[in-house]
């Protein structure tokens, strides 16, 4: 059987939650059934080479803003990218990555567009163009995955997709043994409650 090949987009691959929980999905992914890869939208960051010793390719698009040139540009690298590569499955991360994601998988043809909601939005309130790109872009997605039943509301109500469309897939935590020395304590705190 085929590989699915599946591409990842986000923003860049410094230290932060959305981040480590890419590596983490990396981490655990079954090479035999899917053959992934990263793109960074704007610079690579210092979890780039900890992808890399996976034997999973990074690349960077080193867009600025993507209603800008850069976006255009960006597009256009990604599209390619895309067509050439042959990406069964796109999954974008974040807000920007989400709406470049979008228009690119529907203009290559990609098998399969998926884009990922982790907040409720409140950093965008007052910015009503991001929910009218989001509401726009959302017809060329297969799913909107959500981190929390709450994200998912506000998603249903303020970008008005298909319910269908849109489902929620918790965050999961690490299995004890994994988890750093120093989260250890903090976990057997939580325990005794």
């Known amino acids: 059987m085929e590989k699915l090949r599946v591409l990842y987009l986000i923003d860049k691959l410094e230290v932060a939650g959305a981040q480590r929980h890419l590596v983490a999905l990396l981490k655990g992914m079954d090479r ?5 890869s990263v793109i960074c939208l704007m610079q690579e960051g210092s979890l780039a080479q900890e992808i890399r010793s996976l034997g999973i390719p990074v690349r960077s698009l080193r867009v600025r803003r993507i209603y800008g040139v850069s976006g255009i540009l960006g597009l256009m690298k990604l599209v390619r990218f895309l067509k050439r590569e042959r990406v069964d499955i796109l999954h974008a991360y974040l807000f ?3 709406i470049l994601g979008s228009v690119a998988g529907c203009l290559a043809g990609t098998r399969m567009v998926i884009t990922g909601r982790r907040d409720t939005g409140k950093l965008r309130e007052g910015k009503g163009r991001h929910f009218f790109a989001y509401r726009l872009t959302n017809r060329w997605v297969d799913r909107i995955v959500c981190k929390s039943e709450a994200v998912k509301r506000v998603v249903l109500e303020r970008e ?4 269908e469309k849109v489902v929620t897939i918790l965050n999961g935590a690490q299995a004890e043994p994994s988890l750093s020395p120093e989260l250890r304590p903090l976990l057997a705190h939580i325990r005794r409650r």
């Not at 035999?32 to 992934?36: A, C, G, L």
């Open 96 to 98: 920007s990555e989400n």
């Open 32 to 36: 035999s059934r899917f053959e992934p």
């Open 160 to 163: 008005a997709p298909p319910k």
